[in-house]
């Protein structure tokens, strides 16, 4: 991630804006975020956390499905680091394979939902206006509007039986065996989709309100005059000029479809069994008594999780600050 | 403005219309059929026919939409499945008002905290009080409710034996003075919900409050009060304070939502029999009628909300003029 900050405003802004030479505002940003000190803290938890997931199939000791019936809610121990849950399974292979969930559904839902729909959709209603623009936005207005928690909970409930079945033909059809469907895997994709649908709003105004400014700038019309096409000017000139809020939005959002995966997980809606979430971690922990009886259950997963939040959160607000050339 | 209150209105009954299609489309594509509980053990198909007419659950789609419309245009938005003999309207509207108690009350404290917090820590800048203020309360905003009130409970219900661990007694208790003196308290199911759902609240709002009041001590008329000699509680009092509160009004609908959305979780962990525990258990039951009238609801309140926040904006801030930039 910090690599895509200092590469994307590095493009070259070519002979079409001499008035923008020397610092784009993306190496600005930069520069300013790398002297924050808590925002550099909060990306290396971020790191910890993404890295973890990435590497779990290497870090994690254990399967994480892997039941030891005889151990079961064990405090850590020198076998089981962070000790084992209900079920006998070890809470930090759980844990890594819970961050890998979750990295997998933010890079999704960021990917699909936020660049592809919401940039897409920005770009479009910006540079073309007129009743597309006003077709876009008022969609827009209607995603808004919903309440988005109850709608995702019952999109989620009542379309996976149809995905699961969709699941099964694919692997019926392919030479997939049963890694869809055994894994949880589909679920993945549930989740992901309607996450989406619900992600790409804030990113498209935003964009769409900076697209608006540009169009009118110098640069924009002479490459209008000399005769560029549509995408030429859109990938040439507007997409560099708009990376940084890409970024900006993207890492605002984060934390938000991180935490909506671990609730609708929570919820029994979200990614299934045997898939290893903090959303179902922090389920099997919660009730009073549980807690009494068996702390790590809910504190291995609310530690990792709240330190995420508070990642996410603090470098939102960093990246805001920097923007606001603070 | 008033053309654009009105554009904005005319625009509410559409979005309306929309957001209950889809979801009656979403809810239809689901698996089960709820008929099938409800027709219980002992199904004869012609009865089952038949109930499916009077539930209006026969032919497409789009006719059972229609059917669905005209009746929730007079009002009408069906029977529960759930608890059957009860119309939507008299279960949600009860419950919705134990909801927006809790909800109004939590944004009281949100504000009644936040704001003394958000001045001290302005007060106090360049000392280590003031981050350590800001970063306390945004790690406690990073905490998720449902993270949050298993160990609320662990500690107040079970260890201390103080409070009782759910459910719901109404505002308020009686307590008797020596058998003569009504004193009404608080009742005691309200401490842990109130507790969970504005703890996330406080950084949002105290960090604004402390920017804006920084920004307002910067300004030139504060310097002018101080260099005619004006003693410093006045200049706080009357200068600094209304100005740096102005803003905070922009974030009651931020606010709001968030504890809206805290709600839907502490109802359920704690057994509040509020509009987020229904909805959760029409959800996992697929009681249609209710999903619909609360989604349809919602989505009414959500967007009023958002119109009146807009307008408070310009009764605050008489420099923005809406329609004018509509396009932000």
Known sequence: ??????????????????????????????????????????????????????????????????????????GPSSDYWLGTDRLGRDMLSRTLYS????????????????????????????????????????????????????????????????????????????????????????????VAVALSLFAWVGMARVIRAQVLQLRER?????????????????????????????????????????????????FGVGVQPPAASFGQMIFAGSGARTFQAHPHLLLVPAVVVTALMFAFNLLGDALNDAMRGQ | MAVYIVRRLIWLPFILLVVSFATFSIARFGPGDPLAVAAGQFRDPEILAQVRAERGLDGSVLEQYGRWLSAA?????????????????????????????????????????????????????????????????????????????????????????????????????????????????????????????????????????????????????????????????????????PNSLLPVVTVIGFALTSIIEGAFFVEVLLGIPGIGRFTFEAVVSRDYDVILAMTVITSAVFVLMNLLVEISYTFIDPRIRLGASAAT
């Open chain 1, 1 to 74: 991630m910090t690599s895509a900050v200092a590469e994307t405003p590095a493009a070259p802004q070519g002979d079409a804006a001499p008035g923008l030479s020397g610092v784009s505002p993306g190496a600005m940003l930069w520069r300013r975020l790398r002297r924050k000190r808590l925002a550099l803290v909060s990306m290396v938890v971020i790191a910890i956390v993404y890295g973890a997931g990435i590497l779990a199939p290497v870090l994690a000791p254990y399967s994480y499905a892997e039941q030891n019936l005889e151990r079961t809610l064990e």
């Open chain 1, 99 to 190: 961050a890998r969930t979750t990295l997998i559904l933010t890079v999704a839902v960021v990917l699909s939902g936020s660049v592809v729909l919401g940039v897409g959709l920005g770009l479009l209603s910006g540079y073309r206006g007129g009743w597309v623009d006003g077709a876009i936005m008022r969609v827009g207005d209607i995603f808004g509007s919903v309440p988005g928690l109850p709608m995702l909970i019952l999109i989620n409930a009542t379309t996976r039986p149809r995905v699961d079945e969709l699941a099964r033909w694919v692997e019926e059809h392919t030479i997939l065996s049963n890694e869809l469907t055994t894994t949880g895997g589909a679920s993945y994709f549930t």
């Open chain 1, 218 to 266: 110098d640069f924009v019309l002479a490459a209008q005059a000399t005769g560029a096409t549509g995408a030429r000017v859109i990938g040439r000139h507007l997409l560099p000029n708009i990376a940084f809020l890409i970024i900006l939005s993207v890492s605002a959002g984060l934390g938000a479809i991180a935490g909506s995966e671990i609730v609708l997980t929570w």
């Open chain 2, 73 to 241: 245009l007079r009002g009408d938005f069906g029977e529960s499945f759930l608890q059957q003999g009860f119309s939507v309207s008299e279960l949600i509207f009860p419950k919705m008002w134990i909801s927006a108690q809790l909800g109004l009350i939590a944004l009281v404290i949100v504000f009644a905290l936040g704001i003394p917090l958000g001045l001290l820590a302005s007060r106090l800048s360049g000392t280590w009080i003031d981050p350590f203020i800001i970063s306390t309360l945004l790690f406690l905003r990073a905490i998720p409710v449902i993270v949050l009130i298993p160990p609320l409970l662990w500690l107040f219900a079970l260890q201390l034996n103080l409070l009782p661990v759910g459910g719901w007694g109404g505002l308020f208790d009686i307590w008797w003075l020596g058998g003569v003196v009504a004193i009404p308290i608080p009742d005691p199911h309200l401490y842990l919900p109130l507790m969970a759902m504005s703890i996330g609240g406080f950084g949002g709002v105290a960090r604004l409050v402390r920017i804006t009041a920084l920004e307002v001590q910067g300004e030139d008329y504060i310097r002018t009060a101080r260099a005619k000699g004006l003693p410093e509680s006045v200049i706080s009092g009357r200068h600094v304070l």
